[in-house]
T-cell receptor
Framework: SQKIEQNSEALNIQEGKTATLTCNYT??????LQWYRQDPGRGPVFLLL?????KEKRKERLKVTFDTTLKQSLFHITASQPADSATYLC???????????FGKGTRLSVIA | DSGVTQTPKHLITATGQRVTLRCSPR?????VYWYQQSLDQGLQFLIH???????AKGNILERFSAQQFPDLHSELNLSSLELGDSALYFC?????????????FGSGTRLTVV
C-alpha cells in the first residue's frame, strides 16, 4: 500500500537549536509533499508545499527538502523557540481537488 | 480565524443517537473535505465534495454520510453512534487554483459519545 510515515512520534530539542523532522514514503512517488502544524485541539495549519522537482523550499525559519532517491522529505526549523512546540504533519497530494493523505505527525517540544 | 467555520465546537451524545456536523468553507473554495482524528489513528480522510458533487470517499463508515449544498456549506451526518466514534472531526476547504496554499482547516468539532 502507499504509505506516508513520520517515524518519530516525539522530538525534544533545546531552544536555539535546529529541529529536523522526517517524512518517508513507500511504494509510490508523490508529486507533492506538504507540511502542516497542529496545536492541541486545533485544526492543522498549512506551512509549506514542495514539488518533486524542487530540492528545497524555504519560508522564514522553515526549510523543507524533497529527496526522491531516498523517498524522504526533511522539515527543518532553525533557531527553534518554545512557541514552535506543536505537532507537525506531513501530507502527500496536490491541494486542488484531491484528498490529502497525512502521516501521524511528530510532536515537537522546544525546551527553554 | 482560518475562514472555515465548523459548528458546533463540542457535542456530547449517547450511543445510538444521530448528529449533524456543519462546515462552511472559506469564501471562494469549492472543495470540502471531512477528516476524523482520533488519538491512535491520526487524521483519516472521510469524504470529499467539489461544488456539490461527491468526488472521493475514504474510510467512511456506512453509518456516516455527507452532502454539500448549493451555497457550498457541507454537513456530515453520523448515525447509530458508537463509543468508538468519539473523535475530533475536521472540515477543510481548498480552491483548485491555490496550489501553493494547501488546505484550510476549520477548528473542528469534538464529538464525545457516552
Amino acid at each position: 500500500s502507499q504509505k506516508i510515515e513520520q517515524n518519530s512520534e516525539a522530538l525534544n530539542i533545546q531552544e536555539g537549536k535546529t529541529a529536523t523532522l522526517t517524512c518517508n514514503y513507500t511504494n509510490y512517488s508523490p508529486a507533492y509533499l506538504q507540511w502542516y502544524r497542529q496545536d492541541p485541539g486545533r485544526g492543522p495549519v498549512f506551512l509549506l508545499l514542495i514539488r518533486e522537482n524542487e530540492k528545497e523550499k524555504r519560508k522564514e525559519r522553515l526549510k523543507v527538502t524533497f529527496d526522491t532517491t531516498l523517498k524522504q522529505s526533511l522539515f527543518h526549523i532553525t533557531a527553534s523557540q518554545p512557541a514552535d512546540s506543536a505537532t507537525y504533519l506531513c501530507a502527500r497530494g496536490f491541494p486542488g481537488n484531491t484528498p490529502l493523505v497525512f502521516g501521524k505527525g511528530t510532536r515537537l517540544s522546544v525546551i527553554a | 480565524d482560518s475562514g472555515v467555520t465548523q459548528t458546533p465546537k463540542h457535542l456530547i451524545t449517547a450511543t445510538g443517537q444521530r448528529v449533524t456536523l456543519r462546515c462552511s468553507p472559506r469564501s471562494g473554495d469549492l472543495s470540502v473535505y471531512w477528516y476524523q482524528q482520533s488519538l491512535d489513528q491520526g487524521l483519516q480522510f472521510l469524504i470529499h465534495y467539489y461544488n456539490g458533487e461527491e468526488r472521493a470517499k475514504g474510510n467512511i463508515l456506512e453509518r456516516f454520510s455527507a452532502q454539500q449544498f448549493p451555497d457550498l456549506h457541507s454537513e456530515l451526518n453520523l448515525s447509530s453512534l458508537e463509543l468508538g466514534d468519539s473523535a475530533l472531526y475536521f472540515c477543510a476547504s481548498s480552491a483548485q487554483d491555490r496550489s501553493n496554499y494547501g488546505y484550510t482547516f476549520g477548528s473542528g468539532t469534538r464529538l464525545t459519545v457516552v
